[in-house]
C-alpha cells in the first residue's frame, strides 16, 4: 500500500468518527442547535462536505452510514440512510464533473440539498398525513431548511482549509 492510498483510508476513517461523533452528540441532545421551531441537521452538511472532498463513491458511503446512524433515533424508517446516501453521492458527482470546489458551490449545494432533503421528508411524511401539512412546511420544515443551509455554509470556512488537505488527489 502506497502513501497516498493509506492516506486516503486514514483521512476516510478520521471522518466517519466525525460523522459519528456528530450524530451522537444530536441523539442526546449536545448539539441541538435549535431555534424557536427551526432545528440544524448538522450531519447533512458534513455528508455534502464528504461528496464534496472525497468524491462520490466515498460521499455515497459516508451518506450512507450517517444516514443509518441518524435513523437509529429518528423517527423515520431508511429516509436518512437512502436520502443521505444520494446526496453524498450527487454532491461528490456534481463537484467533480460540474461544479469548481469554491465558496459558491459549497452554498449552492447546501441550499439545494437542505431545501431537498426537508421538503422530501415533509413530503413523505406530513403531506398527506397531517391534517395541516401548509403550517408544518411554514413553521417547521422552511426555517429548518433555511438554518441547516445557513450553518452548513458557515462550517465551511473552518472546515475547508482542513479538507483540503486531506481530501484524494485527482
Known amino acids: 500500500m502506497n502513501y497516498s492510498r493509506a492516506r486516503i483510508i486514514i483521512s476516510f476513517m478520521g471522518y466517519m468518527l466525525v460523522c459519528l461523533l456528530i450524530c451522537l452528540m444530536q441523539s442526546i441532545g449536545l448539539l441541538t442547535l435549535q431555534i424557536k421551531t427551526a432545528s440544524a441537521l448538522l450531519i447533512l452538511p458534513a455528508v455534502i462536505y464528504a461528496g464534496y472532498y472525497f468524491g462520490d463513491t466515498l460521499g455515497g458511503i459516508i451518506g450512507f452510514v450517517a444516514g443509518a446512524l441518524t435513523d437509529v433515533y429518528a423517527s423515520t424508517l431508511c429516509y436518512n440512510t437512502v436520502l443521505l446516501a444520494v446526496i ?13 470546489k469554491n465558496l459558491t458551490a459549497a452554498i449552492v449545494l447546501n441550499v439545494v440539498c437542505s431545501a431537498l432533503y426537508f421538503f422530501l421528508k415533509w413530503l413523505f411524511l406530513y403531506a398527506f398525513i397531517d391534517p395541516t401539512p ?20 458557515l ?3 473552518p472546515v475547508n482549509p482542513i479538507l483540503k488537505k486531506i481530501q484524494p488527489k485527482e
Open 88 to 100: 453524498g453521492f450527487a454532491c461528490g458527482f456534481i463537484t467533480s464533473h460540474y461544479f469548481n
Open 134 to 153: 401548509h403550517i408544518v412546511l411554514l413553521n417547521y420544515t422552511l426555517p429548518s431548511v433555511l438554518y441547516t443551509a445557513a450553518v452548513g455554509i
Open 155 to 157: 462550517i465551511f470556512f
